[in-house]
């Protein structure tokens, strides 16, 4: 049964977050990592991120922009998902292929991206025509549905945070490793932002009443990155990458 372990979300072709992180990981001695989805996607280096994760041999979900990767053609891809499909190998299309959409850890974890039912939905934010709030406990529970999960992670809005239920069940979003800020319209227009240019995980350990979360932010060089974005012509990504802001 495992009792310790990391949780990872949102890298978006973000290396160099990606390998601060990791470094963080290996000195605390943490031997397990999940990863939540949405790992390429982004103007920065997909191939290279691929690589890497293939290698660590992670227990690994598959997110939407997996999903409208490898079913969009490129009339209906975003800008992100474009430049992941054109620099990614087919053994890592591959690879992200046979990524489920869901995982079960140990019967009482349960892996998601989004919802467990819906890769676009956020599960611990609501979006309003007004921007995005954080969801109440009964937007919560009736997302996660009736499921004997004890501890659900997801991740999606790049937002960290947490929730227990009534029930007892404990709702985790790690935050994003590569893309702390960014504009979307899907259901309305919102601006999801975490205010730092930190790449984000979460630690979750096994206690005797629940699981302690430990909240991770870790420096690394976001200038370089933000250089790379707007190279690759996203000034958008640059800012946001910069400042955690959009």
Known sequence: MIARFAALADIHGNLAALDAILADTARRGIET??????????????????????????????????RQLLQYGRDRMGASDAFAADAITPPQRDWLA??????????EILLCHGTPTDDLTYLLETIEPTGVRPATHDEVAGRVGDGDARLILCGHSHQPRTMLLDDGR????????GLQAYEDDH???????????????????????????????????????????ARNGRSDWATALRTGRV
Request: proline fraction near 7%; hydrophobic fraction near 40%.
């Open 98 to 107: 046979n990524l489920p959409a869901t995982y079960r850890l140990d019967h």
């Open 187 to 229: 259901v309305h227009p919102h601006r999801a932002q975490t205010g730092s240019p930190h790449a984000r995980y979460a630690i979750l350990e096994r206690s005797e009443a629940s699981w302690r979360v430990e909240f991770i932010a870790i420096p690394y060089g976001w200038d370089q990155e933000a250089e790379r974005a």
């Open 33 to 66: 990592t999940v990863l939540l989805g949405d790992l390429l996607s982004g103007p920065l280096q997909p191939r290279e991120t691929a690589d890497r994760l293939m290698a660590l041999d992670a227990i690994a979900i598959a997110g939407n922009h997996e």
């Open 170 to 177: 404990l709702v985790v979003n790690p935050g994003s490793v």
